[in-house]
């Protein structure tokens, strides 16, 4: 008799599991929501650059909107992520997702409105309260009066950008931010860049582009979703109810906006003793954080991604899946950042140096890496876990980890250093980010463990015989 080697089935019980883990994880949309992320960042570092041979003073005035980018910041945490989750877990359901959009962007449109209107009207104090320096006070209103006139467009773009990933439309989504990337190209090249075809506007020009860009990023999210949603706009307008979802969306997204003001306001604390530490200390540290934040694209991109997939099998009832999609993202995470800290092991000073090549700065980059990569690996795998809170609508817990991270942490080490107990020296604050990311991550774990614990007792009992 021939023998035969008998070929197993599966490679063992972690082989199984391995396909398991596969099988669910979808592959594509994943990757096009990476490409979706990393393609805008390319074009930041490009937009940087024509910014800074505008003039020396250039990057510093545009660099004075990012203080209002804290409260855009915290509209495009609050009604966004609401819609994202109720649409996630409706996308099969056409009429259901047309009152959701319709209420999100009513809602989104007046937060935006107001928000536009009140620096138009501010824009004078704005500008001194920030301590904006006097030589460039002149041209920082002027850049951010017309700035503002974007804010609703921006909204409005990011909301409806949203909406199209939410329905799982990946390859569209990728689609839509190249060509609102490659836009934003070609204005920089129109109007600020140092080419002969330049208009040579200045950082008029910068805003001017932003406005441009962002407007036909809303309109073209708007016409995809009229598209697929099959949607009459008048009809939409006029019968569409704008109240149906506002609640549903309000309590997923309040939360989310909750944990903005939270986190935030810690963050202002945290300025605060980097601006004391010196200004080589502070200049490495924020020389890190651009190489690490730049190297976490494909994480951040991981974790928006898996926000929506654990959405749709949690609107579809498919509990058992949940914990399979976020086990795939927790390797495909940790991965990556365990990537970035073998490269950093390696050459991070060259890393940094390709940002910033004062050698002092780059030292203290270095240092900054070392303290803080165990830290970001931590961050990693809660941002991750995170998605679970985010597509279940299950929010509260976000904004109770962030309370319990900045009670514990970060405002009594503000409070102890304005009391001049707590020394900011570089160490310090590196020691304090030691202690916010690892609490946070066992805060996420927690409400992570206790959150699947309340899934239906008969999809839990098939997670344990699978």
């Known amino acids: 008799m021939e023998y035969q080697a008998h070929t197993p089935t599966y490679p063992g019980k972690a082989g199984r599991m391995l396909r398991e883990l596969i099988a669910v994880y979808p592959w594509r949309f994943i990757g096009f929501i990476i490409l979706a992320s990393l393609i805008p960042k390319v074009y930041d570092l490009t937009n940087m650059f024509w910014v800074g041979q505008i003039s020396y003073d250039a990057l510093a005035v545009t660099k004075q909107y990012d203080f209002l980018a804290v409260a855009v910041e915290v509209i495009n945490e609050t009604v966004p992520f609401g819609v994202l989750a109720l649409i996630a877990q409706n996308y099969t359901d056409r009429k259901k997702v047309l009152s959701i959009l319709k209420s999100g962007l009513v809602i989104q449109v007046a937060l935006s409105a107001v928000l536009t209107a009140v620096v138009f009207l501010c824009t004078p104090t704005f500008v001194?309260?920030?301590?904006?320096?006097?030589?460039i006070v002149t041209l920082t209103e002027?850049?951010?009066h017309l700035m503002a006139l974007a804010l609703p467009f921006d909204a409005i773009a990011f909301l409806l950008l949203i909406a199209v990933k939410a329905m799982r439309k990946g390859k569209a989504a990728m689609l839509i931010v190249l060509l609102s990337v490659v836009l934003n190209v070609v204005f920089d090249l129109l109007f600020i860049s140092t080419l002969d075809i330049s208009l040579h506007l200045g950082v008029m020009g910068v805003a001017l582009g932003y406005i441009l860009?962002?407007?036909?990023?809303a309109a073209v999210s708007l016409g995809y979703l009229v598209h697929i949603l099959d949607l009459n706009i008048l009809r939409f307008v006029r019968e569409i109810p704008a109240r149906l979802c506002m609640i549903p969306i309000f309590k997923i997204g309040g939360w989310t906006g909750l944990d903005s003001l939270v986190r935030n306001a810690g963050y202002v604390g945290i300025l605060m003793a980097l601006n004391?530490?010196?200004v080589s200390q502070f200049g490495g540290y924020g020389l890190a954080m651009t190489v690490m934040w730049t190297l976490l694209v494909p994480v951040l991109a991981l974790a928006e991604a898996t926000n929506v997939v654990v959405g749709n099998y949690y609107g579809a009832g498919n509990y058992l899946a949940i914990p399979k999609v976020l086990a795939m993202s927790e390797i495909l995470a940790l991965g990556v950042i365990g990537c970035i800290a073998m490269a950093g092991l390696l050459s991070w000073d060259w890393l940094s140096a390709v940002f910033n090549p004062n050698p002092e700065m780059v030292a203290y980059s270095v240092q900054a890496f070392h303290w803080l990569?165990?830290?970001?690996?931590?961050?990693?795998?809660?941002?991750?876990l995170k998605s679970l809170f985010y597509g279940t609508g299950m929010t509260k817990y976000i904004f109770f980890v962030s309370l319990i991270v900045q009670a514990c942490v970060?405002?009594?080490?503000?409070i102890l250093m304005k009391a001049g107990a707590i020394v900011p020296v570089f160490t310090t604050v590196m020691t304090l980010f030691v202690f916010t990311f690892t609490l946070d991550l066992?805060?996420?774990v927690f409400f992570a463990h206790h959150l699947l614990g309340t899934f239906p007792q008969a999809e839990r009992g098939e997670a344990a015989h699978a």
């Open 276 to 278: 004391l530490i010196g």
């Open 442 to 444: 066992i805060c996420t």
């Open 213 to 217: 860009s962002k407007s036909i990023l």
């Open 128 to 135: 001194s309260t920030i301590g904006t320096p006097a030589e």
């Open 373 to 384: 990569i165990v830290p970001y690996i931590f961050f990693a795998a809660g941002i991750i």
């Open 142 to 144: 002027s850049y951010i």
């Open 410 to 414: 970060v405002f009594p080490f503000v």
